[in-house]
């Protein structure tokens, strides 16, 4: 067989395997056919070792790319990018990859540091991501709008939205994808009506937005409750002419379920054509959060009924009905159910939920031993939820759950003057008055205030 022929027989095998065993085996063929240092096989293996196999498996690619006498960056890049964006892999891995690829003399390219910087933003890596930064100086490739973008989008997953606004100001060209990674970053770092006033600027400047846009300018409306200004958004997507997929349709149902809107939020969820299961949790815990308790039970079930498997915010949405409803025992199922058939590790969010659901019973005891057993420590919020519930079910504190909760609240925020305030009224509630003058005299020596309540109004803008 000649030399051409055997080497396209080794490639055909390499194209078809689908197990480490048998590339292995046929690598083993390769070194003793002498053909281990061909470009063409060799890249193979390496695509093979890096994208369909466990990922420690990568190890072995980085040494036959060490021992290659013709290695590339591309090479390198395969590696670093299959740790960068790997779901199972330990994203921080592709820089050490990287920091191999210069010690072996091989330069990066503009096709390395998109994957660098999308691994950085993936476990928040700020020391990380502005080396690579000044790397990229040092190569003279920072006006690549490609590593622009992702360095945008890293700075904004850090929350560092300066940064990321010095980047973008100074880019030379914008596309799309620009526009998004600094709206996206405004949204990651709650600079929300920035992130509105960039989409304007972007209108300006002629720059057609697309459905990301719109996701990340929805996202902000509902984090802020301005229901006039989703309104707005949803209509830049009807003039636009969008195709409402999974995705946005999904951001329409949160931002009007949020925005208090529940039953616009009902009317773009039965109009959607596909929906995930964030669609469905999303409009759950709309009817949920809003005192629709049954209509959330109901979607529910229904979910359920089309085989789509419930999240940590579905269950989120159906805790927080049963809590509205008085249906304890049901909760009590349901949080059980979890863990033990769906496989979701209850979060603070869940622990509350379940103990607003005993406290609104009435069922003190239970929900004070609920918190005590749980298997990670009860912040702040479910000790005043407790209190809240001692206050309205047991104002003389007969059982004494209500002492102890307090002086749990208390120890956790010594400082919190509302805390205090709402200890001393109570105090004051059953004639304890040398308490809760107290409490006051201390707050008054420490010069502890309960913040004040606020309210706003939202005015009317053309936009």
């Not at 004639?431 to 201390?442: F, I, M, S």
Request: hydrophobic content about 40%.
């Amino acid at each position: 067989m000649s030399f051409t022929s055997k080497t396209q027989q080794l490639i055909a095998l390499l194209s078809s395997c689908s197990s480490l065993k048998h590339v292995l085996q046929i690598h083993t063929q390769i070194i003793i056919s002498g053909l281990s240092q061909q470009n063409c096989i060799l890249l193979k293996i390496v695509n093979f070792f890096a994208s369909r196999t466990p990922i420690n498996s990568s190890s072995y690619a980085a040494l036959l790319i060490k021992q290659s006498q013709n290695s590339s960056s591309s090479w390198w890049n395969i590696l670093i990018r299959n740790y960068a964006t790997g779901e199972y892999c330990s994203h921080s891995e592709a820089i050490r990859f990287f920091v191999e690829m210069r010690r072996s003399g091989v330069a990066s390219d503009e096709f390395t540091y998109p994957f660098l910087f999308k691994a950085c933003s993936s476990f928040l890596g700020l020391k990380e991501g502005k080396q690579t930064h000044c790397d990229v100086i040092k190569m003279g490739i920072c006006n690549n709008v490609y590593v622009e973008n992702t360095l945008i989008h890293f700075y904004g997953s850090c929350r560092k939205i300066v940064d990321a606004y010095k980047v973008f100001d100074v880019m030379s060209l914008r596309t799309i994808v620009s526009w998004n990674s600094i709206i996206s970053a405004c949204v990651e770092s709650c600079w929300y009506y920035n992130a509105v006033e960039i989409f304007c600027v972007m209108r300006k400047c002629g720059v057609q937005p697309d459905e990301i846009t719109m996701v990340s300018l929805l996202s902000a409306c509902a984090e802020l409750g301005d229901l006039s200004l989703g309104k707005w958004i949803h209509c830049q997507v009807i003039e636009q002419g969008m195709y409402v997929n999974c995705q946005l349709g999904t951001s329409l149902v949160d931002m009007y379920a949020k925005c208090g809107a529940v039953d616009y939020a009902r009317l773009i969820f039965d109009r959607i054509g596909e929906r995930n299961v964030w669609t469905w949790s999303a409009m759950i815990l709309g009817f949920a959060q809003h005192g629709f308790a049954a209509q959330a039970l109901e979607l529910f079930w229904k979910m359920k009924d089309c085989s789509v498997k419930p999240n940590y915010v579905s269950f989120l949405g159906v805790l927080c009905a049963c809590s509205h409803v008085g249906m304890v025992e049901e909760g009590h199922r349901l949080f059980q159910e979890m863990e033990s058939l769906h496989s979701i590790k209850p979060m603070m969010a869940h622990y509350g939920a379940m103990v607003d659901i005993l406290s609104r019973a009435g069922r003190l005891d239970e929900a004070y031993k609920f918190i005590v057993d749980m298997p990670i420590e009860a912040d702040a919020v479910i000790w005043r939820t407790l209190l809240s519930s001692c206050h309205i079910h047991d104002i003389s504190d007969h059982t004494g759950v209500g002492e102890k909760v307090r002086m749990r609240l208390l120890g956790l925020e010594p400082k919190r003057g509302g805390n205090l305030v709402m200890v001393a009224n109570k105090y004051a509630e059953t004639g304890l008055w040398d308490k809760a003058a107290k409490l006051r005299r201390g707050m008054k020596e420490r010069r502890l205030k309960k913040i004040a309540g606020e309210s706003c109004v939202s005015v009317f803008q053309n936009r």
